[in-house]
């Protein structure tokens, strides 16, 4: 006879919200069958006390009491008739998609630089001329020249780099005119390779190291 009386979970009302649990979920039910609305409105300022203590956390929250009369709907399904302090959620709030986000992108064709290159190019652009805004437009290029070799690791003129710059910077830098070459590419790629394999050969030498004063038995 007790194996009939079994209730089980996949049996009962889904719960909306589970971490309030099911008790929580079946008083709100009992609110919104209550005939009249001061009666609703007892049981819910009730309820919303319940729940302020099962979730203390939440009162460190700003306007705590807000998110616990909205969540106090959205568990009674939008079907409590009862006052609330502060304005009703609704259900085409809360089914409403969000907007896409929108991931900053530099020119489209140059996506290899990265997006870090345009905001220092239009950083430069607001800087007076002299010989500062002349090293940081250096700088760049000669990042700007380190990407596009990773991107393509055959070779790259110095003009063509120029030339993006130019574009990316609306067309406020110009380097074509000027005497100064960029740092050759086999030089930017040799700073790149002794950079990673020297991280290697540290570990390795560690590695070594701690084997030869660990102690043998």
Known sequence: ????????????EHLIIPEYGRHLQKMINYAKGLPTKEERNKVAKAIISVMGNLQPHLRDVPDFQHKLWDQLFIIADFELDADSPYEKPSREELQARPEPLKYPQNHPKYRFYGNNI????????????????????????????????????????????FNHLRELS????????????????????????????????????????????????
């Open 1 to 12: 006879m007790l194996i009939d009386d079994l209730e089980y979970n996949t049996e009962r």
């Open 118 to 161: 345009k905001t220092m190019i239009d950083v430069a652009n607001t800087w007076e001329e002299g010989e500062l805004k002349d090293a940081l437009i250096f700088t760049i290029a000669n990042h700007m020249k380190k990407c596009f070799l990773n991107w393509n690791k055959d070779t790259v003129e110095d003009d063509v780099i």
């Open 170 to 217: 609306g067309g406020k830098i110009d380097l074509k005119g000027n005497d100064e070459d960029l740092t050759d590419a086999t030089s930017l790629m040799r700073s790149k390779k002794k950079h990673s394999s020297g991280g290697s050969s540290n570990k390795k030498t560690h590695h070594k190291k701690s084997n030869r004063n660990r102690k043998r038995y």
